[in-house]
């Protein structure tokens, strides 16, 4: 098992920065993908950003490209999420995840995440 830890959520007003951070602990299977995601009130879960851990490639939905940046530390036990240039749409609920990488998918991101953190809120004020 493994359990993922999210810190850096809060208040900010638009045009600020948060970092995110998710710790990974434990033993669970193999894992090669961290994710960042996101949830609106009364929506899915959608993704933010994913780094493969073992490459170090990342990517990016369209609507943080250019403002959001993902990192690894630690062989990838430990993935931050800068966000800058925040904007009230970017208010919601932040989860990390962890999984493996699966290239064969035309879905973002590119992987299968198996866990989940407790999630940690984001709030930009306009």
């Known amino acids: 098992q493994w359990q993922l830890a999210e810190s850096g959520g809060g208040s900010v007003p638009a045009g600020g920065s948060l970092r995110l951070s998710c710790t990974a602990s434990?033993?669970?299977?193999?894992?090669?993908?961290m994710g960042w995601f996101r949830q609106f009130p009364g929506k899915e879960r959608e993704g933010v950003a994913y780094?493969?851990?073992?490459?170090?490639?990342?990517g990016y939905d369209d609507s943080v490209k250019g403002r959001f940046t993902i990192s690894q530390d630690n062989a990838g036990k430990r993935v931050d999420l800068q966000m800058n240039s925040l904007k009230p749409e970017d208010t919601a609920v932040y989860y990390c995840a962890t999984g493996t990488y699966y290239s064969a998918t035309s879905s973002f991101p590119p992987c299968l995440f198996g866990y989940w953190g407790q999630g940690t809120q984001v709030t930009v004020s306009s």
């Open positions: 780094i493969y851990t073992g490459s170090g490639t990342t």
């Open positions: 434990g033993n669970g299977y193999s894992v090669n993908c």
